[in-house]
């Protein structure tokens, strides 16, 4: 029976079952050329900061660079599956550490594996920080731990990162530590109202609403955010303005976007949290290289903007560098910089600034005996022409005090462009602006920001064809130019344009127009190929601190200075100028009738506006040039 057969059979003995991660488990580093130090590093607060201390083997007097980020420490150094640093990292890192480098990659407060609060874009300690604590400190004490517990280092430290991280190495600056040699701050956020993530001009960049959601849903970034349709552009208008959108997605509960419909102006909240504004008052005490991206779609004011703010404090022009490229947001970090979009730079960019500037910065600065980089102050390439170039200081043209002068090309009220003011009483030029139908900032379907499937960072280099035939965008064109056009500088629009609305926003572009026959590239015939564009809102023409209603009807000066070009309009080419109100769903709507507070815009406050452009003796509208020889 089964009973007698149980009995048979002897008793096994219990097994215990635990569990088959043993405890303290360390994967084995022997095959591999490298090994990460994951370490808690205490902040005077008694925070933790996590940090992963990339060394590779044999490293002896090594210098370390030091990056500081929000977006994963663990992140940061991934490559590819390798037990070779030079593919187990990304690019940057695995050349810098083929350099001789240790890298050092921590998580900010607050994000993944660091205690403490997550603030984002910290304010220094002061009237916007109650706390005792800020970038600079944590940086500060996180180099200072570095050099005491990392035995292979030669105690010298540079900081590096790109955009947030280039915010914090902005920080770096502010008291730092004396272990700290040099600095490069990469497309940094700088000035979040004028120019950078947040605002342009005033006018605000909604799309960043899917940043927030994954910087501030939780410490890890685990949700992103979700709309309801794959083309934003519907979702966006479906939804009405942009608080009923943060209201659907529950962004409205979030701080950093409270804080943005609380200070919609340029009040204090943002001046005194402006790296620019805190730099010029620190003295200059770290050689740091500024690194701007030309089509920076998400930071494309505060590289020059800050190196600009440093300039006066660097008596022997050796201390501030910038080197300007052809990129987009970070393209010189990891990516390919040979191309962008459609548009070709014969080589790689990105490869030949690392290799020529970047390194070369760092090892002069933090190697024991490193050797003069002989860098220029700054490093230009000229888009149009594909060249580099070394120019002594920035900008090399502009109204006054600069190398060259500024020359102002006019538009005229029959969509020419051109090098003579107007006479007499010219003319306007006009078109409708409905908030019901904006103007797309580039072509449907416009994926979330950050879907991966997006191309979202090569958007600055759309061809603008499909604007120019919209019937609310208008077009002012130059002859065929008979010689190169060369530009270094920044481009100011200053124009004179009227509003049947109380509000308005202003999209200005300048653009290179290729030749409508290209035989180099016949794809490229008649490319519209946007140089530098902004947007303006217009109830801070003024002043930017204090919005007031647009007079309707009247004609006003308004003055938008634009992003930085180092390009040359080729001889055969045509040069552009596109304006028009919306830009949209990257920017929010402007209702067109003055309200106090766009945030709160109601339904009824967004009315169609007919809106003029003029030109004429009196009101001679154009674009101020960075003309150079
Ligand atoms: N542009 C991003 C960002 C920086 C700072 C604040 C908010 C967003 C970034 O690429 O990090």
Redo the contacts with the bound molecule.
């Keep these: 029976s089964a009973l007698a057969l149980a009995a048979a059979v002897p008793a096994m003995a219990q097994t215990r079952v635990t569990s088959d991660i043993p405890p303290g488990f360390k994967p084995s580093d022997d095959l591999k050329d490298f090994t990460i130090r994951e370490v808690q590093i205490p902040m005077r607060d008694g925070v933790k900061l996590h940090a992963n201390i990339v060394i590779p083997k044999g490293a002896k007097n090594a210098p370390i660079i030091f990056s500081r980020t929000p977006y994963s420490a663990d992140k940061a150094i991934t490559g590819l599956p390798s037990n070779r640093y030079s593919m187990a990292l990304p690019t940057a890192y695995a050349e810098l550490a083929a350099a001789g480098y240790i890298i050092v990659v921590q998580d900010v407060r607050g994000r993944y594996k660091s205690e403490g609060d997550y603030i ?2 910290k304010p220094l300690i002061g009237p916007l920080n109650d706390t005792k604590n800020d970038h600079s400190t944590d940086t500060y004490d996180s180099i200072d731990w570095l050099v005491k517990n990392v035995p292979e280092t030669n105690g010298k430290v540079g900081t590096v990162g790109v ?2 991280g280039g ?1 914090t190495t902005l920080m770096s600056l502010v008291n730092p530590h004396p272990a700290l040699k040099a600095a490069v701050p990469i497309n940094p ?1 700088v000035d979040g109202w004028i120019g950078d ?1 947040w605002f342009h001009n005033g006018a605000y960049r909604q799309s960043f609403l899917d ?1 927030v959601y994954r910087m501030s849903a939780d410490k890890s970034s685990r949700y992103g955010l979700q709309f309801d349709r794959q083309d934003t552009y519907e979702s966006w208008l479906k939804a009405g303005s942009v608080s009923d959108m943060a209201k659907l997605i529950g962004v409205d509960k979030l701080p950093v976007f409270q804080k943005a419909v609380a200070h919609p102006a340029y009040d204090d909240y943002w001046k005194e949290q402006a790296l620019d504004r805190i730099l010029a008052k620190e003295p200059l005490k770290v050689p740091t290289l500024h690194v701007h991206s030309l089509w920076d779609q ?2 494309i004011y505060g590289a020059p903007a800050v190196y600009e703010a440093m300039e006066p404090k660097d008596k022997g022009n050796d201390e501030n560098f910038m080197i300007i490229g052809p990129w987009r ?1 970070g393209q010189n970090m990891n990516l390919d910089g040979s191309k962008l979009g459609a548009i070709d730079f014969d080589g790689n960019t990105s490869a030949w600034y690392r290799e020529k500037v970047l390194i070369p910065f760092f090892d002069q600065h933090l190697k024991d005996g490193g050797k003069n980089a002989k860098l220029a102050p700054v490093t230009a390439f000229e888009t149009g022409a594909n060249e580099w170039h070394r120019y002594n200081r920035w900008p090399l043209s502009c109204a006054s005090g600069c190398p060259s002068q500024s020359r102002s090309i006019y538009f005229s009220a029959d969509g020419g462009l051109g090098w003579s003011a107007p006479g007499g009483a010219g003319g306007f030029a006009e078109y409708v602006s409905d908030p019901a139908r904006p103007v797309t900032y580039r072509q449907r379907p416009i994926l979330s920001t950050y879907n991966p499937q997006t191309s979202w960072g090569q958007w600055l280099v759309d061809d603008q064809r499909f604007a120019e035939a919209r019937p609310d965008v208008v077009t002012f064109v130059s002859d065929v130019l008979t010689d190169d056009v060369r530009l270094a500088g920044q481009p100011i629009a200053k124009f004179f344009a009227s509003t049947s609305g109380t509000d308005s926003d202003w999209v200005v572009k300048l653009i290179d127009v290729y030749p409508a026959e290209y035989p180099a590239a016949p794809e490229m015939g008649g490319y519209e190929l946007a140089i530098s564009m902004d947007i303006m809102r217009g109830r801070y023409r003024d002043d930017p601190s204090k919005p007031s209603a647009i007079p309707a009807n009247k004609v006003v000066e308004y003055q938008l200075k634009l992003p930085q070009v180092s390009h040359k309009f080729l001889k055969g080419h045509r040069i552009m100028v596109q304006i028009q109100s919306s830009w949209f769903p990257l920017y929010d709507r402007n209702p067109q009738t003055f309200v106090p507070n766009i945030f709160t815009a109601k339904k009824s406050d967004y009315v169609k506006a007919t809106q003029r452009i003029y030109s004429s003796a009196k009101y001679p509208s154009r674009i101020e040039l960075p003309v150079i020889p």
């Design positions: 984002i874009a955009s947030y915010f956020l993530d940043w998400e930071d947001h």
